[in-house]
């Protein structure tokens, strides 16, 4: 079973990468594609990391 602090950094690496999602749409909308999809693929992956830290 996993305790608080796991659940907290899972639920708080959810949040930020629904937040690079949204920011990555406005850059996207103002034709800046290069950098919003840097930015999308690094922000996402922070949750597959934390994941796989967890898991080990």
């Known amino acids: 079973m996993r305790n608080d602090r796991e ?3 899972v639920k708080l690496t959810l ?3 629904l937040e690079i999602i949204g ?3 406005v850059l ?3 034709k800046k594609f290069v950098i919003a999809r840097q930015l ?3 922000g ?3 949750g597959a ?3 796989e830290a967890q898991n080990a």
């Open 49 to 51: 990391n934390v994941r």
């Open 44 to 46: 996402t992956s922070i």
């Open 40 to 42: 999308l693929k690094a």
């Open 15 to 17: 949040e930020f990468a």
């Open 23 to 25: 920011f990555s749409e």
């Open 28 to 30: 996207e909308e103002h």
């Open 7 to 9: 659940n907290l950094i």
